[in-house]
């Protein structure tokens, strides 16, 4: 498989690592374009990936859990990175106690300006939850794409959280005084049409890039295939308007049916939903379309390429579709780290050089 020399990126230059997981220390010199790490299952490769996700995200895509990233026995875990335009990430993780996040020395209070420095997609195992799985997945993989593109996104994002914090807490109380609950009412109201706007947008130029990408993974086009945004609540009427008619439901369940937080993805092929009628391969190409997808769409929004974690591919695809997606995964010349247990499963990929960085991974050990 030829590729081309990815166009000039910024891109992730060095990792370094202190007690994650099962990695005591390693400092790594990254390839600007395709990192393979491969090793036995449990030996550590996955951790690797983890290690950039919680850098870039605050999260891992493995666990809700942040004091197990760090090594038994230790009491802090380290991580720290930087890339090609000489910008510097740096974690520090002590047990039972808060984070330290700092991008280029200076601390940060929350990951946005790292999350927007390193956009980070995985895909995995878990990814395949935007089918499979309930619509908390698929608003995480809408949020992540918006708030890429659209900067003011999040404070409408944190506006609706407060408002609908401030308001489950009155629906609970007993009795309920409707006075009160008004204020919270126009405030994720308002912040809810701001985020479904963003939405909305992100979604209708997202779709022709999916359509594209599934196209070029499935080799056939499903005419019939259609992706649905849905906002939470009843499109002929507004948000204020629905939560005062549905109030009666609210106050019998203690929390709000209705917003931002209720909103969807529906895929279907025809009539039915996707999940119901494609088979399990067919599924895993759509899930990678999507989030290929979202990387393109990233770069001609922003012109930043986005990060790729690819964790074991050859355990969720056959031969042929694996070497589909990662062909186009590597046309989209950004950043890859991708894991495997045994280098031959890859052996379509013909690269060398400083484009390419090899790494073994054995008990927590990394090599190159």
Known sequence: MGVSTPRTMSALCKLELSQFRNIEHSNLELAPFLNLIHGENGSGK??????????ATGKSFRSSLVDPLIREGATEAVIFAENTEHASFGLKKPRNQKHQLKLSGTAQTNWDEVARAIPTQILDSSSFQLLEGGPKARRRFLDWGVFHVEPLFVESWRRSRKALANRNRLL???????????????????????????????????????????????GQSLTNLAIEYRRGWDGDKGLAEALTANLAQDVKYGSSQLGPHRADIEMRVGKRKAIELLSRGQQKLL?????????????QAIGRQCLYLVDDLPAE???????????????????????????????????EGPELATFHVERGIIRD
């Not at 996955?46 to 850098?55: F, G, N, Q, R």
Request: charged share 20%; net charge negative.
């Open 46 to 55: 996955t951790s690797l990936l983890e290690a950039i996700h919680v850098l």
């Open 172 to 218: 609970k109380t007993q009795p309920l005084d409707e006075s009160q609950l008004e204020p919270w009412n126009q405030e994720l109201a308002s912040s809810a049409e701001k985020m479904h706007i963003s939405r909305k947008s992100y979604m209708e130029n997202l779709i022709p890039v999916f359509q594209d990408v599934h196209g070029q993974l499935s």
């Open 287 to 299: 899930v990678c379309a999507l989030k290929i997808a979202q990387g393109k769409l990233l770069s």
């Open 317 to 351: 695809l056959d031969r042929e579709n694996r070497e589909r997606v990662l062909t186009q995964l590597l046309n989209l010349k950004t950043q890859l780290f991708v894991t495997c247990v045994d280098l031959s499963a890859l052996d379509f990929i013909h690269l």
